[in-house]
């Protein structure tokens, strides 16, 4: 199926299972679900995605990655997630 140009952008969480920083960014990213509901929030263990980790040149876990329905622009990564906040600047940037 073909996404609609217009969409709003898919935003994976991009983690492994051993990793103590990811697992603290996935209880901030439960809450950014709740705060901004319209949001597709996916998640993906980067062990099993080899190509998309050298593709969008992803350097550390945890990360989200925003993919545009569109080529332009490129797709945006967020490492830093110091907080709740942060998360929902990100998402609500890549949206509008």
Known sequence: MKR??????????????LCGT?????K?????????PDVQLLE??????????ERYQ??????LLAIQSSPLPAPEVLYRMG?????VSFVRSVKS
Request: hydrophobic residues 55%; glycine residues 0%.
């Open 4 to 17: 609609d140009a217009n969409a709003d952008p898919v935003i994976v969480f991009l983690h492994t299972p």
């Open 22 to 26: 990811c697992a603290a960014a996935r």
């Open 28 to 36: 901030m990213i439960n809450i950014v679900e709740h705060v901004v």
């Open 44 to 53: 993906a263990d980067v062990n099993f995605l080899p190509d998309i980790v």
């Open 58 to 63: 992803i350097r550390s876990v945890p990360a």
């Open 83 to 87: 907080s709740v906040q942060d998360i």
